[in-house]
């Protein structure tokens, strides 16, 4: 395991705990965390996990991983903190965001309306990172002469020529 793996893993399990039970820092944790921490924060960690492991298996077999699996990592941190800072959860006063408890209960509309979208994009994006790491590290596709090459009948002479 390379260093920057180690990086990365950390800030990609740092986010889905995040993602399933960052209230409980601002002290508005609830019982939703109970259900965001399997169905939320376990997925997006073994999909943080998975991408960096087939970085690593396309590393190994001596093929460059690109900027892209990267870049979507990135991505999917962003709407990974702007989801566990809109992501509802239940209180003593009902429903409550840490937008909203930090900027106010006029913000908790807007705060529950994003948060879906937000959760969606970085699933989409750890996804699309897997995606690429997959494409990083698999073999090169034969050329279309490669899979011709000995499968071509031989041509029969001009009868002219014999």
């Keep these: 395991m390379t260093a920057r793996n180690l990086v990365l893993g950390t800030i990609g399990i740092s986010l889905a705990l995040w993602m399933g039970a960052g209230r409980w820092l601002f002290g508005i944790g609830g019982g939703l965390?109970?259900?965001?921490l399997p169905l939320i924060a376990l997925p997006f960690g073994?999909?943080?996990?998975?991408t960096l492991h087939r970085i690593a298996v396309a590393i190994g077999r001596g093929r460059r991983a690109g900027?892209?699996?990267y870049v979507a990592l990135t991505l999917s941190w962003a709407c990974a903190l702007a989801f566990?800072?809109?992501?509802?959860?239940?209180?003593?006063?009902?429903l409550v965001t840490i937008l909203s408890h930090l900027a106010?209960?006029?913000?908790?509309e807007m705060s529950i309306a994003l948060?879906?979208?937000?959760?969606?994009?970085?699933?989409?994006?750890?996804?699309?990172?897997?995606?690429f790491a997959f494409a990083a590290g698999r073999d090169p596709r034969p050329?279309?002469?490669d899979l011709l090459d000995g499968t071509e009948p031989t041509m029969m002479d001009h009868p002219l020529q014999r």
């Design 33 to 36: 965390t109970w259900w965001y």
């Design 67 to 69: 900027r892209a699996p």
């Design 84 to 94: 566990g800072l809109t992501v509802p959860d239940r209180a003593d006063a009902g």
């Design 115 to 131: 948060c879906n979208p937000l959760g969606i994009i970085a699933f989409a994006t750890s996804i699309a990172a897997l995606a």
């Design 46 to 50: 073994v999909l943080q996990l998975w």
């Design 143 to 145: 050329s279309e002469d």
């Design 104 to 108: 106010g209960p006029e913000w908790l």
